[in-house]
């Protein structure tokens, strides 16, 4: 069956550091892959995109990895700040190019 | 906010009872999504439209409905409640001409 797996775990990281969060799937071959936000008590913002034909894609201090291979996404943010604290989700098109399917999100705590 | 409104935001209501929420969006965007979102499962699509009268099933469509009658307003119903639809529900669209999702405020349903 299709999956998309996120590290249940929540992230800890220093001010200052790089936080690096995963995304898995299985059983798709996603045109596209994207990273979204999410606030307590708010819904999902998108930060980026990448499609299957790019290896990284950078906004500011996030970068974005996409290994069709190895059927994984690294979302990456440099120089992490307390502010950078929420939930990451990554999100694809399921059996359809509309049909957004999300991961279970990995939650990013930055101590200052 | 990309002009989505959800109403109501908050909703408690009774086992067996029907409950319809709204999704009202303003800038004639043609697909629409519906997601719940509970601890540990992350956001799961319900139902999908990609035009009037066009809508589609998602991961967990068991238990409810939906109607889009005129492209602004996309209707979830639970045709009767269960404790297990208690949940955060999310209203989406895509961005035009963009696979980007922007999600509504959410609609807290509590099912007593």
């Known amino acids: 069956s299709q999956k998309i797996e996120q590290n249940s775990e929540a992230l800890n990281i220093q001010e200052g550091k790089t936080a690096t969060l995963t995304c898995n799937y299985t059983n798709y071959s996603p045109a596209y892959l994207q990273w979204y936000r999410q606030d307590p008590g708010r819904g999902p913002v998108f930060l980026l995109l990448?499609?299957?034909?790019?290896k990284e894609k950078r906004k500011e201090r996030l970068k974005v990895t996409f290994d069709t291979t190895l059927k994984q996404s690294l979302f990456h943010i440099t120089a992490s700040q307390p502010a950078d604290s929420a939930t990451y989700l990554c999100?694809?098109?399921?059996?359809?190019?509309?049909?957004?399917?999300f991961g279970s999100g990995t939650r990013l705590l930055v101590r200052p | 906010d990309a002009g989505i409104t959800q109403s109501p935001r908050h909703k408690v209501t009774e086992t067996g009872t029907p409950v319809t929420l709204r999704c009202h969006q303003t800038?004639?965007?043609?697909?629409m999504y519906w997601y719940r979102q509970d601890p540990g499962h992350g956001l799961r699509l319900i139902h999908y439209?990609?035009?009037?009268?066009?809508?589609d099933k998602g991961e967990v469509s068991d238990g409810y409905s939906v109607s889009r009658s005129k492209t602004e307003d996309f209707l979830l119903t639970l045709e009767s409640a269960t404790s297990s639809q208690t949940s955060v529900y999310f209203c989406a669209i895509l961005g035009q001409g963009t696979t980007e999702a922007f999600f509504g405020q959410g609609t807290r349903l509590t099912v007593v």
């Open positions: 439209s990609y035009g009037v009268k066009d809508t």
């Open positions: 999100a694809l098109p399921g059996d359809s190019s509309y049909k957004l399917i």
């Open positions: 800038e004639n965007h043609r697909y």
């Open positions: 990448i499609r299957e034909n790019e």
